[in-house]
């Protein structure tokens, strides 16, 4: 089946990471800021420790439970589904609830899919930067590659090997509507809690099921 409408780029971001928006401020909550949190070399566990044994464990599709919290929402938005990412650069978000929706970026291109609204679209990433800046920055992280990953983010980590907590910030914020902050949050080998802050105060809670043998 192919499908013929578009969708504009100014609501692409909120899209991948949230849902509909209805106009209805929320208080501002800030998610994590990367500069408060302990610093790298104090960690009880190392960034190249921790980012190569996630790198080993997290390419299994994985089962997420996602919220979304914007000032342009009246309540949250939550969404079901499965996150999957195969080796080195496609990243598969497919939701199943509250409606199927299905997010493809392989390369520099999103395809974005919705299936009840017969829209079908492919963007490049170029177009975001502030999108781009974070699936580079996670792509590094699936990747094992500490060093890419300190090039895109100051970086973080507090905790222990058996309960870690990552704070990533971008070095260069793009937009006003960007990444202010993502944490990471896991158990040894096991993510557990991907959040996002963006600029605007918006934030997205993103819990992966544990793992299956």
């Not at 909120?14 to 960690?43: D, F, H, N």
């Not at 914007?70 to 195969?86: A, D, I, N, R, Y």
């Not at 580079?136 to 907590?165: H, M």
Request: aromatic share 8%; hydrophobic share 35%.
């Amino acid at each position: 089946m192919t499908f013929g409408k578009r969708i504009s780029r100014p609501v692409i971001w909120s899209i991948v990471w949230g849902g509909l928006l209805v106009l209805e401020p929320l208080p501002y909550t800030q998610a994590c800021i990367a500069t408060q949190t302990r610093p790298l070399q104090e960690a009880q566990i190392g960034l190249d420790q921790l980012v190569k044994s996630l790198a080993q464990s997290i390419l299994r599709e994985r089962t997420f439970h996602e919220t979304y919290y914007s000032h342009m929402l009246t309540t949250p938005s939550h969404k079901e589904g499965t996150l999957v990412f195969q080796p080195p650069d496609r990243l598969e978000k497919h939701v199943r609830i509250p409606t199927e929706e299905s997010f493809v970026i392989h390369g520099d291109n999103l395809l974005y899919e919705n299936p009840s609204r017969e829209i079908s679209h492919t963007f490049s990433l170029q177009e975001f930067p502030a999108l781009s800046t974070l699936i580079n920055g996670l792509r590094a992280l699936f990747n094992g590659d500490p060093e890419q990953l300190q090039q895109v983010f100051s970086i973080s980590i507090s905790g222990t090997p058996e309960s870690w907590t990552l704070d990533l910030a971008p070095r260069t914020i793009n937009d006003e509507d960007g990444v202010d902050c993502i944490r990471l949050s896991g158990e040894q080998t096991d993510l557990r809690i991907l959040e996002i802050r963006e600029t605007n105060g918006d934030r997205s809670i993103l819990a992966l099921d544990r793992q299956t043998p």
